[in-house]
C-alpha cells in the first residue's frame, strides 16, 4: 500500500498511547534583560514567551492527531499541578482524550522546560526539568491496569516507555503485563522503548541502532534475532537515523534503505514521529516493509520542522513523491 491508502485506512482509526506523557514548555528569553537578582546578585533568565505542548508520549499522540488518524487517547498518570493542569489544556488543543489520564497527587507531572534564546532561535541553556524520583503510586499503577483490561474500542495500542529509571515512569512490569495480553490477541500493539524494550512480550518493537545494542548487552542476547524471538516479538523495528531500518521477523532480517535527509532543522521527536506513521500503517493492513517506509517519510517531514515536528498528510505525500523521484 502507497501512502494515500494507507492515509485513508488511518482516517478511520481510533489509536491509544500508553505510557510517559509530560509537557513540553517552550520558553523564549531575552539575553539583554538578564540583570543580576538584587537578593543574591545572580543573573535572572528573563523569559518573555511560553509556548506549551504535549511531549514523550504526548508528541507520539500529536504525530497520529497531525497524521488524520479519527480519535486518539492518551493513558498515563500526571501530578495534581499547574503543569498537570498546563498539560491536559495542551493536548485539549489539539484534540487529543485525556479521559485515560490518572491524576495523582504523590506525583510531578512530568515536565521539560526548554530555554531559546529569542535573539538566536536556538536552545543554548541547560533544560530544566521537573521529574519523579519515586515509584508510581500503587493505586495509580492499579487504575492504569484496571483500564487496560477493559479497553475495547481502540484499533491500535502505541506505548511510549520514555522515563529513565530502574523500574521506569508509567510502564511498570504489572502494566507491561497488561500490555502482553492484549498483544497476545489480534489488536497492534507497539512498543518503543528507551531503556527496558527486552522486557515486552508479545508486542511490535522499536528502538534505535544504539537502544538496540543496549538491549542486548543487557538481555544477553547474542544476536537481534534472539532479542526478538526472547520478546515472542511478531516483529522488531531497529532505526539507523538516515541510514536506513532493519526489520527482524519470521521471515528474518530485512533492510530497508532510506533516502538520507541532508541538514535537518532538528530531529527531537523523530523517533516518535516514526512511531505514529510506522505503527499506524502496521495496524492498518501494511507489510512490516511498507510501514518502515511509512514511518521513516514521517520522520523525514518531522525534522524539517523546529521542536518536536510532525507530518501533515500532504506534506506525507509530497515527501513519497520525493522519495521515489
Known amino acids: 500500500m502507497n501512502a494515500r491508502e494507507l492515509l485513508a485506512k488511518m482516517s478511520e482509526m481510533r489509536v491509544l498511547v500508553v505510557g510517559d506523557v509530560c509537557l513540553d514548555r517552550w520558553c523564549r528569553y ?21 509556548e506549551t505542548t504535549p511531549g514523550a508520549a504526548g508528541t507520539v499522540a500529536r504525530n497520529l492527531k497531525a497524521l488524520g488518524v479519527k480519535e486518539v ?22 484534540s487529543i482524550g485525556t479521559d485515560y489520564l490518572v491524576v495523582s497527587p504523590r506525583l510531578n507531572t ?45 484499533d491500535l495500542i502505541c506505548v ?15 502494566v507491561r503485563d497488561k500490555l502482553a495480553e492484549i498483544a497476545a490477541g489480534e489488536r497492534v500493539v507497539w512498543v518503543d522503548s528507551r531503556g527496558r524494550i527486552e522486557r515486552f512480550r508479545n508486542a511490535v518493537l522499536k528502538v534505535n541502532n544504539d537502544e538496540a ?4 548487552e543487557r538481555s544477553g542476547a547474542a544476536t537481534l534475532h534472539d532479542l526478538r524471538k526472547q520478546s515472542d516479538a511478531p516483529s522488531l523495528f531497529v532505526t539507523h537515523g538516515g541510514n ?3 526489520i527482524f521477523d519470521e521471515r528474518g532480517e530485512t533492510w530497508i ?3 538520507r535527509i541532508d541538514n535537518p532543522v532538528d530531529i527531537c521527536g523523530a523517533g516518535d514521529s ?27 517531514v518531522s525534522i524539517m520542522k523546529p521542536g518536536t515536528g510532525f507530518a501533515l498528510p500532504e506534506e506525507l505525500l509530497e515527501a513519497e513523491r520525493w522519495a521515489s523521484a
Open 213 to 216: 545494542a543496549e538491549a542486548r
Open 110 to 154: 512530568f515536565t521539560y522546560t526548554k530555554l531559546l534564546n529569542a535573539e538566536t532561535g536556538k536552545e543554548d541553556l541547560p533544560r530544566v526539568d521537573f521529574i519523579n524520583t519515586l515509584d508510581l503510586p500503587e493505586d495509580a499503577e492499579g487504575r492504569i491496569c484496571e483500564m487496560l483490561a477493559a479497553l475495547r474500542v481502540f
Open 274 to 300: 516514526f512511531t505514529a506513521g510506522a505503527a499506524c500503517a502496521l495496524a492498518a493492513g501494511a507489510t512490516t516493509e511498507e510501514a518502515a517506509r511509512l514511518g521513516h517519510l514521517t520522520a523525514s
Open 30 to 50: 531575552n539575553p539583554g534583560l538578564s540583570i543580576a537578582s538584587r537578593e543574591t546578585g545572580i543573573p535572572r533568565i528573563a523569559v518573555i514567551e511560553t
Open 160 to 174: 511510549s516507555d520514555q522515563a529513565e529509571t530502574e523500574r521506569g515512569g508509567v510502564v511498570t512490569e504489572a
Open 73 to 94: 487517547a492518551v493513558m498515563g498518570a500526571i501530578g495534581n499541578d499547574g503543569f498537570g493542569f498546563e498539560l491536559k489544556a495542551a493536548l485539549t488543543r489539539e
Open 244 to 246: 536506513g531500518i532493519q
Open 257 to 259: 534503505m532510506t533516502r
